[in-house]
């Protein structure tokens, strides 16, 4: 696909790296914006311009924030001395729209993936166990993706914890299952195999 | 959804305004962004911008332009009394990507269609009329989208062109049938209809 001008170039071959879009919605997006008001196109640069080179990550946390702690941990409603352990920010966008969960959380920014050289230094480890050592915490949630790498770092997360000392912590991590909506057949035998062995009681069913 | 700073919320919102965006993609765009090098944001931020403002349209033929003339039509070695009229500069480059097109091109910019309030007034039609009058042309080819409003459009400039006072101006539009791949029981029957009347000699089928 050749173009008439190398400004147009330019900018295709620049939203053409975002993920999930080639070079033909590229085309599309930038000959909208051609279309637009300069004004909107000066408002979308800006404030792609302002979000990466402004945003803050929370220091307790690390979920991005607009000052140095987040609006979740600085909210004296939330139950400060539950931590729910998630990958990425991602992950809390989608637990916090569900508005179940009123407690904290700490972003690792990742799972421990030798493959993939991600050790534990990569990742928010240490601040994690300074977290739970400085803080009062009862519980600590791990919402890590149901993979090797997922339940490896659950595993690592877990000893060190235990062995920074504190007693009283108690580890849990979110239900595994059949999906609502899901159908029994179409499930993975290592699903179904688990929500057989984590059955749970009648009563915690309806409850919900 | 409700995200944990407003400078990520802005750019989400920037990036929903754009088609076939919706929130979701918009955030994923945005989170991608943020894990990139800024030197990488900011050539997709000034790529734009720079797009935006200083792209210009070839004052012959309007299509997008790096000057005031736009390459096809400075360029000797097409046929410059042969004028392909499409809607949009997307048309232009579609046709480019074939390779079989020699001639210059003039963008309308839209088509006649009375219930949108886009009149005549509105698009490149007096500059089409004017440049006929003032260079030699042999062939208006119109490669317009088959809808009533297309037609319309070509039934007027037609009109037009031949009161301006033309006499050799042969006027042809590109083919319209059954698509390459295509099967005709999936066709619809105006095309097929059409497929059957305009029929073609088998040698000219062959030669392609």
């Keep these: 696909m050749s173009l008439p001008s190398t400004l147009l170039e330019q900018a295709v071959q620049a939203f053409s790296q975002l993920p999930g ?3 033909k919605t590229a085309l599309r997006l930038v000959l909208h914006l051609l279309k637009q008001d300069p004004k909107q196109v000066e408002f979308l640069v800006e404030s792609v311009k302002k979000m990466r080179t402004e945003i ?4 307790r946390c690390h979920n991005i924030s607009d000052g140095d702690v987040c609006s979740i941990c600085s909210n004296s409603s939330r ?3 539950c931590i729910c352990v998630v990958e990425s920010i991602r992950d809390v966008i989608a637990i916090e729209s569900t508005s179940q969960y009123n407690g904290t959380y700490h972003v ?3 799972v421990i993936s030798p493959l993939d050289g991600v050790g534990p230094d990569q990742l928010q480890i240490d601040s994690l166990i300074d977290r739970v050592q400085k803080e009062y915490t009862e519980e600590i949630i791990f919402a ?48 179904l195999a688990r929500s057989i062995q984590n059955r749970l009681p ?4 309806i409850s919900k």
Tied chains: 1, 2.
Excluded: V
């Design 21 to 23: 879009i080639g070079k």
């Design 56 to 59: 803050k990550f929370c220091r």
């Design 79 to 81: 139950k400060q001395e």
């Design 108 to 110: 690792l920014g990742g």
């Design 144 to 191: 890590l993706n149901p993979t090797i790498q997922g339940d490896t770092t659950i595993y690592y997360l877990q000893k060190k914890l235990t062995a920074s000392g504190e007693k009283s912590l108690r580890f849990t991590t979110i239900a595994r299952g059949i999906a609502f909506g899901g159908e029994l057949e179409y499930a993975d035998e290592m699903t």
């Design 202 to 205: 009648i009563e915690k069913y």
